[in-house]
């Protein structure tokens, strides 16, 4: 059974940093494609970001590019996001999914294309 546990979600000012975790078990992650999505309160679940874990190949929501990082240890299995010069509207829960390998990139960004989810940790920037 594969499950996901993110960590590392907390109270952060405007212009700070946090790093996220995602620890897998029951999958071994440089098969697959891992993605990062957020939903703040009364929104959608949204498309942050995603690592091809084999290649190392990312993709950012143009909304994160250039202040959030995907990374991971294939050691660990587990997939880090990096964010940095975080704003007010970064606040939200975040949430780390798994989708099968074969996925292309253009399909990254859509939540259908994950059959995995963590429970998500919350991220709270405040000024």
């Known amino acids: 059974q594969v499950q996901l546990v993110e960590s590392g979600g907390g109270l952060v000012q405007i212009g700070g940093s946090l790093r996220l975790s995602c620890a897998a078990s029951?999958?071994?992650?440089?098969?697959?494609?891992m993605g990062w999505f957020r939903q703040a309160p009364g929104k959608e679940r949204e498309f942050v970001a995603a690592?091809?874990?084999?290649?190392?190949?990312?993709y950012y929501a143009d909304s994160v590019k250039g202040r959030f990082t995907i990374s991971r240890d294939n050691a660990k299995n587990t997939v880090y996001l990096q964010m940095t010069s975080l704003k007010s509207e970064d606040t939200a829960v975040y949430y780390c999914?798994?989708?099968?390998?074969?996925?292309?990139?253009?399909?990254?960004?859509?939540?259908?294309?994950?059959?995995?989810w963590g429970q998500g940790t919350q991220v709270t920037v405040s000024s």
């Open positions: 999914a798994t989708a099968n390998g074969g996925t292309v990139l253009s399909q990254w960004q859509l939540r259908t294309s994950y059959d995995y």
């Open positions: 029951g999958r071994t992650l440089n098969r697959y494609i």
């Open positions: 690592i091809r874990v084999s290649a190392s190949t990312t």
